[in-house]
């Protein structure tokens, strides 16, 4: 089987990856979560690797938030940063900025990427929104703002009242870059050539684990999405946790694609952060 083989078959369905024909997908080039990566048409520069804050996040708080605390998520967060990962994605459905503004206390923060996401849908929603961000996560300014989980395949259109508000806090110099996180494959396609979006989070593993379609109907867009210069966070890259167990073989499949520039994973120890930064660089070449 070779790698296009693998691909047309996950088409079909959800992959197996009981006997995951890894070696397909290494690249030749070694990779690290620490790697500087200029993200979207902003070249907002971050690590590849970014501490997700919100593994089975709903309602105002995560497996992160949950688990550890405002001391714990911050020593875990302090430590990343000491070992090289800047890009901290986070969210206002995860409760977790008052987390990172607990972080940010021994860490500087012109020196680390903050992502976030708004679920509201109307522009005075997202207005307050930008502001009450920037009050719990202690900030002035906000790297990037996504509007999150779009699934309408019109969503540009309905959401045309956020974008101009967006819009407008990056002409004020309090977003830095913007863009969506999609749900469905129809609204995934969308923001492959919507020109407002600058950056996308996208679901993708070979399991197609909490996907919005098969990893090779996924990866068609995500390509477009590149070649329309936008940058392109790969969520979901463990399947929200399901596929922990093949996390070398979801890494050596996400790391070998070029349409991916960078990845959240989110982290519940140190432990666990300190041994994706170990498996990263194995996963990206071909043993």
């Known amino acids: 089987m070779n790698r296009r083989q693998f691909l047309s078959t996950g088409a079909a369905g959800a992959v197996s990856l009981t006997a995951f024909p890894y070696?397909?997908?290494?690249?030749?080039?070694?990779?690290?979560?620490?790697?500087?990566?200029?993200?979207?048409?902003?070249?907002?520069?971050?690590?590849?690797?970014?501490?997700?804050?919100?593994?089975?996040?709903?309602?105002?708080?995560?497996?992160?938030?949950?688990?550890?605390?405002?001391?714990?998520?911050?020593?875990l967060f302090r430590a990343g940063y000491d070992q090289g990962i800047n890009f901290w994605d986070s969210a206002d459905q995860y409760g977790s900025h008052t987390y990172i503004r607990e972080a940010l206390k021994s860490v500087p923060r012109e020196k680390v990427v903050?992502?976030?996401?708004?679920?509201?849908?109307?522009?005075?929603?997202?207005?307050?929104?930008?502001?009450?961000?920037?009050?719990?996560?202690?900030v002035d300014y906000i790297d990037v703002l996504l509007l999150h989980k779009m699934e309408a395949a019109d969503w540009n259109v309905r959401m045309t009242g956020?974008?101009?508000?967006?819009?407008?806090?990056?002409?004020?110099?309090?977003?830095?870059?913007?863009?969506?996180?999609?749900?469905?494959?129809?609204?995934?396609?969308?923001?492959?050539?919507?020109?407002?979006?600058?950056?996308?989070f996208a679901r993708i593993n070979p399991a197609q684990a909490h996907m919005d379609a098969d990893?090779?109907?996924?990866?068609?867009?995500?390509?477009?999405?590149?070649?329309?210069?936008?940058g392109v966070v790969g969520m979901k890259i463990l399947g929200q946790g399901d596929l922990r167990s093949k996390a070398d073989q979801?890494?050596?499949?996400?790391?070998?694609?070029?349409?991916?520039?960078?990845?959240?994973?989110?982290?519940?120890?140190?432990?666990?952060?300190e041994d994706l930064l170990r498996k990263i660089p194995a996963a990206s070449v071909r043993g």
């Open 215 to 230: 990893p090779a109907t996924v990866l068609s867009v995500l390509k477009e999405m590149k070649r329309n210069g936008k």
């Open 23 to 75: 070696h397909l997908f290494a690249a030749d080039v070694k990779k690290s979560a620490t790697d500087r990566i200029k993200l979207g048409p902003k070249k907002i520069e971050l690590s590849r690797l970014a501490l997700g804050t919100g593994t089975r996040g709903s309602g105002g708080s995560s497996d992160q938030t949950r688990k550890l605390g405002y001391k714990g998520f911050a020593d």
């Open 162 to 200: 956020p974008m101009e508000v967006v819009s407008e806090a990056a002409d004020r110099g309090i977003i830095r870059s913007h863009g969506v996180s999609c749900h469905t494959i129809e609204a995934l396609r969308t923001a492959a050539k919507e020109p407002w979006v600058e950056i996308e």
């Open 250 to 273: 979801c890494l050596q499949f996400a790391l070998a694609q070029n349409c991916i520039d960078c990845m959240t994973i989110g982290s519940e120890s140190r432990a666990e952060m």
């Open 114 to 138: 903050i992502l976030s996401k708004t679920n509201s849908t109307s522009a005075a929603s997202v207005k307050a929104d930008i502001d009450r961000f920037r009050r719990e996560l202690g």
